[in-house]
């Protein structure tokens, strides 16, 4: 059974930082594309950040030089180190995992706000 567990989330001051984290159970995470994504209260769901297999990486607009995703494969995790927040990153975090059926976890709330 695939399982998608976040970590991390929680109430920080406009300006700081959080690290989310994903562990990966029930497959191996370094075989698949893996991304973030948030909701906002009202609001669609929205990609945040990707990284691929290889490594490669892509972020939306709103977060580059900001946010960065990296994975640990030895510990089949997925991370999201979020640096500079802004009131407006506030919401639910989501971890995807990109395979033949879609798996998501449940996600961790980030509040930005002072």
């Known amino acids: 059974q695939v399982q998608l567990l976040e970590s991390g989330g929680g109430l920080v001051q406009p300006g700081g930082s959080l690290r989310l984290s994903c562990a990966v159970s029930?497959?191996?995470?370094?075989?698949?594309?893996m991304a973030w994504y948030r909701q906002a209260p009202s609001k669609q769901r929205e990609l945040v950040a990707v990284?691929?297999?290889?490594?490669?990486?892509r972020y939306a607009d709103f977060v580059t030089g900001r946010f960065a995703i990296s994975r640990d494969n030895a510990e089949n995790t997925v991370s999201l180190q979020m640096d500079s927040l802004k009131p407006e990153d506030s919401g639910v975090y989501y971890c995807?995992?990109?395979?033949?059926?879609?798996?998501w976890g449940q996600g961790t709330q980030v509040t930005v706000s002072s």
């Open positions: 029930g497959i191996r995470s370094s075989e698949y594309d």
């Open positions: 990284i691929g297999r290889g490594g490669t990486t």
């Open positions: 995807r995992l990109f395979a033949r059926t879609d798996y």
